[in-house]
């Protein structure tokens, strides 16, 4: 199982929702990583966990709440969101923090 | 600062024909590594290939072919005899594993779209 699969694929929000974008990975990797990516942009690096601790948060809105449940999932919380976080977002794990990433197909945001 | 250019935004070819995708990068460190990504249009990031910089042998995998000159701080990319199912945004990306806490923190280019006409 090579697959990094993250639910939902698709997702509408109004600015007053919570919500909870879910990322599962079933490789044993022990760093998963949330990126943003907005259109026609690359991705862009929100938070990393390492054996399930954060290590970096790339000053990201407390709005988006990351949390990591146990080493195979990874949840990011969102909360009173703009229109202007409207994205793609998209999981990775690794084998540790200096392998490469395998991404996750995403989930599409609009926050209406 | 690290920092990835590729200057071609969107390229376009019919099938069959060869294409490169340039990148060319930055960095004021020895050790870091290089990827490509390919992003379909369904969206995940599809992991090409991931060279170090102490490794500047070219490599070849089926009609995927890089090219890495640390002379020239480039890290190209060709696809021989391209097909309709390369059409996709390929991104090339740069890691410094050494010197930043997190490892494994890319920086990525823009993005070149593809598409590949039949």
């Known amino acids: 199982d090579t697959e990094v699969t993250q639910t939902p694929k698709h997702l509408v929000m109004g600015m007053t929702n919570k919500k909870s974008l879910k990322c599962e990975q079933h490789m044993g990797h022990r760093a998963m990583y949330w990126y943003k990516q907005k259109a026609k942009k690359p991705p862009e690096l929100m938070f990393v966990y390492s054996y399930e601790k954060l290590s970096i948060n790339e000053s990201v809105p407390s709005r988006f709440s990351p949390e990591c449940p146990n080493s195979s999932l990874l949840n990011l919380h969102l909360h009173a969101l703009q229109p202007e976080d409207s994205a793609l977002y998209l999981c990775?794990?690794?084998?540790?923090?200096?392998?490469?990433?395998?991404f996750g197909s995403g989930t599409q945001l609009s926050v209406l | 600062a690290q920092k990835v250019t590729q200057a071609q935004t969107e390229i376009s070819v019919v099938e069959k024909e060869d294409v490169t995708l340039d990148c060319v990068y930055e960095t004021r460190d020895t050790t870091y590594y290089l990827f490509w990504y390919k992003q379909p249009p369904s969206g995940e990031l599809v992991f090409l290939i991931r060279r170090n910089s102490f490794d500047e042998q070219n490599e070849i995998s089926g009609r995927y072919s890089w090219n890495f000159q640390k002379s020239t701080s480039s890290f190209n990319f060709t696809i021989t005899a391209s097909q309709v199912v390369d059409s996709a945004v390929y991104f090339c990306?740069?890691?410094?594993?050494?010197?930043?806490?997190?490892?494994?923190?890319?920086?990525f280019g823009g993005g070149t779209r593809l598409m590949v006409k039949p």
């Open positions: 990306a740069l890691s410094d594993p050494l010197n930043n806490n997190a490892g494994n923190m890319l920086t």
């Open positions: 990775a794990s690794s084998q540790d923090i200096y392998e490469k990433l395998f």
